[in-house]
């Protein structure tokens, strides 16, 4: 038996330091996860339930510094902004993962950007429908190496910045986060039953803003191998 077509394979994102790869499956994204980010998209930050959005696999972009990649600036949009991320990946998934044992279940960490076509996101919140075309596009989801959490710990604190040509846009801590990460988790396992290789990312802080063609974006998570995109 054999495949009718032929369909392109997953990215597997390399690992810090070995020759061993991480299998991405699914990329769930959470919104609105620091204070400061959702008083700046015009939201009440008070800590209500954690609410989703997917990314599609094919979006993932490996982009590790210091060489980088380049990120073709997309379609059908004008007004493309940058959002720095801390990625989880999973090593294993289930249902009604307790908080308590969240941690057993996660892999380790990358550096990420939610890259979203905001005007076309604008348009879709305002008629009702999926965000979809505004976070999910080719080359939406650039992605540095993996680092796993024997090596990074839980990544609960920790400096995260985004700069673009040299100038710090964004700038938190992962201390910041509204819903942590075994609360995330937790939540998630309620909704889907997780698989090993799912990606969660995680929520950006204040300072998202549009970039333009020619721009060079390098985003840092402490402890973590950065990343750097420059758009073309």
């Not at 040299?166 to 509204?178: A, K, P, Y």
């Not at 995680?202 to 750097?228: N, Q, Y």
Request: proline fraction near 6%.
């Amino acid at each position: 038996m054999a495949h009718v077509v032929n369909s392109p394979d997953r990215l597997s994102i390399p690992v810090a330091g070995t020759e061993d790869t991480f299998p991405a499956h699914r990329i769930f994204c959470v919104g609105r996860n620091y204070a400061d980010h959702a008083r700046e998209m015009g939201h009440d930050p008070d800590r209500e339930d954690p609410f989703f959005f997917e990314k599609h696999t094919s979006a993932l972009m490996f982009a590790p510094a210091p060489d980088g990649a380049n990120l073709p600036y997309p379609q059908q949009t004008s007004d493309v902004h940058h959002e720095i991320e801390l990625v989880v990946g999973l090593s294993k998934g289930g249902n009604d993962i307790s908080i308590e044992n969240a941690y057993d279940h996660v892999w380790g960490y990358a550096v990420g950007l939610d890259m979203t076509r905001r005007d076309l996101q604008g348009v879709a919140k305002k008629a009702g429908r999926p965000w979809e075309v505004g976070k999910s596009f080719d080359h939406a989801g650039p992605i540095g190496m993996f680092h796993p959490i024997a090596e990074a710990g839980h990544m609960s604190e920790g400096h995260i910045r985004l700069d673009v040509n040299g100038e710090t846009r964004q700038d938190g801590n992962l201390n910041e986060l509204i819903w942590k990460i075994p609360e995330i988790i937790n939540y998630l396992s309620k909704l889907f039953t997780l698989q090993a290789g799912d990606l969660i990312m995680t929520g950006t802080p204040a300072g998202v803003g549009p970039v333009k063609k020619g721009d060079v974006l390098e985003g840092h998570v402490e402890g973590l191998s950065s990343i750097r995109v420059t758009v073309t």
